[in-house]
């Protein structure tokens, strides 16, 4: 009996140093962490605590941890769970789904973006009651110059016809004497845009504007000449160049998939046409 204690004595000790040897073994292993066999390195923990103080360090290292024991052991619940074939079906679908995004993707690189303006000028009449301005639209062009600059009723005139002329004047005078200057006679600005450069509110302009006509504006240390050649108000359609930018987007969508649909089906007449495809009667 005696003989089968020291026996059972020396079996434990033998089996705590095999431990203590396997712990060794593994802490100089570098090995943070254990879970089903899976193994979580002090190399990947410190690189998520470089630089952090030891109480920081501490947390970090806490919550990494568990998120990872968390993992390792959701996805051997989930392995148990679930037959391999049905994951592998799903994994090969999704592949599928790639190649044939990535087809596509390759695809569209080769298709024009070009679209003619018929194209545009059709679509735009169309659906023009979906481009509907939230803000107004100018045309015209804008000086600010010191209070008691010279020669402002000429100025005034000259903004008045905006011909090559005129515009050459009101741009040597802008260089000589301007503090702002913005000529937009050949593009839309918005009213929010303007209302930047100008000491009014955006609701009081609005209310002023008007098409062809030049508004005057001071303060304690400007005046401000905004010329309104063109103008939409808020509320009424885009003009189509105007619209165009929203409307190209459009117009290319619905090129691309026409063009992916038009690729499906020569695929899909290919693989008829070469025996690709075979079909069988139900059993």
Not at 77 to 101: G, M, P
Not at 229 to 248: K, Q, W
């Amino acid at each position: 009996m005696r003989q089968i204690k020291i026996i059972l004595v020396l079996f434990i000790i033998g089996m705590m140093v095999s431990s203590c040897t396997l712990f060794r073994r593994k802490h100089h292993a570098g090995i943070a962490v254990e879970v089903n066999g899976q193994y979580l390195e002090y190399t990947d923990l410190d690189q998520l605590t470089l630089g952090l103080s030891s109480e920081d360090s501490a947390i970090v290292a806490d919550n990494y941890i568990k998120q990872w024991s968390t993992e390792v052991l959701l996805y051997d619940k989930a392995r148990n769970k679930f037959d391999d074939r049905h994951i592998e079906a799903l994994v090969e679908d999704y592949r599928r789904s790639l190649y044939a995004h990535a087809y596509a993707e390759h695809l569209l690189q080769h298709m024009s973006k070009q679209l003619p303006q018929a194209e545009i000028d059709s679509f735009y009449a169309l659906h023009k009651n979906q481009y509907i301005l939230k803000d107004a639209l100018v045309k015209g062009l804008l000086l600010i110059v010191p209070n008691g600059a010279p020669d402002l009723e000429k100025v005034k005139k000259a903004m008045g016809k905006t011909d090559e002329k005129n515009i050459e004047f009101i741009e040597k005078y802008a260089y000589r004497y301007a503090t702002g200057y913005e000529l937009f006679i050949d593009e839309w600005k918005t009213l929010s845009q303007l209302s930047l450069w100008m000491p009014m509110k955006k609701a009081d302009m609005q209310k002023q504007l008007k098409s062809n006509t030049l508004m005057t504006m001071t303060d304690s240390i400007s005046t401000y000449l905004l010329q309104v050649n063109d103008l939409h108000a808020a509320g009424t359609v885009m003009p189509i160049e105007y619209a165009r930018s929203e409307i190209e987007p459009v117009l290319l969508r619905e090129r691309a998939t026409e063009y992916l649909q038009r690729e499906r089906e020569r695929i899909y007449e290919d693989g008829v046409r070469f025996k690709k495809i075979h079909r069988y009667e139900k059993k």
